[in-house]
């Protein structure tokens, strides 16, 4: 099994940052893929961004190209997601998710192709 913790989250106002950690612990070697997703209250969980553990290729949502980036410490097992110029639609929650490049590579944007989730981290962003 995986587990995956998630850090960082917090309120800002709209234009900061915020930088959210996920660790990734238990037997790692079971994943080579990560991503982001995001779940705002009432509405359905989307998709934020992934990244290719080993390669280090990324994937972003439209909405937040250019302004999110997501990275890796491999020594760490740790993906990052650091959040700039932050817009109040930015508000939910924030899950990491992990899962093998070859099931999640067809759609890395489909949360239903990753096999380990962490529990989240608030994040919200006022006017």
């Known amino acids: 099994q995986v587990q995956l913790g998630e850090s960082g989250g917090g309120s800002v106002q709209a234009g900061g940052s915020l930088r959210l950690s996920c660790v990734a612990s238990g037997r790692t070697s079971r994943y080579n893929a990560m991503g982001w997703f995001r779940q705002a209250p009432g509405k359905e969980r989307e998709f934020v961004a992934a990244?290719?553990?080993?390669?280090?290729?990324?994937f972003y949502a439209d909405s937040v190209k250019g302004r999110f980036t997501i990275s890796r410490d491999n020594a760490k097992n740790t993906v990052y997601l650091q959040m700039n110029s932050l817009k109040p639609e930015d508000t939910g929650v924030y899950y990491c998710a992990a899962g093998t490049w070859l099931r999640v590579s067809p759609g890395y944007d489909d949360g239903a192709r990753y096999d380990y989730w962490g529990q989240g981290t608030q994040v919200t962003v006022s006017s």
């Open positions: 990244i290719v553990w080993t390669a280090g290729t990324t």
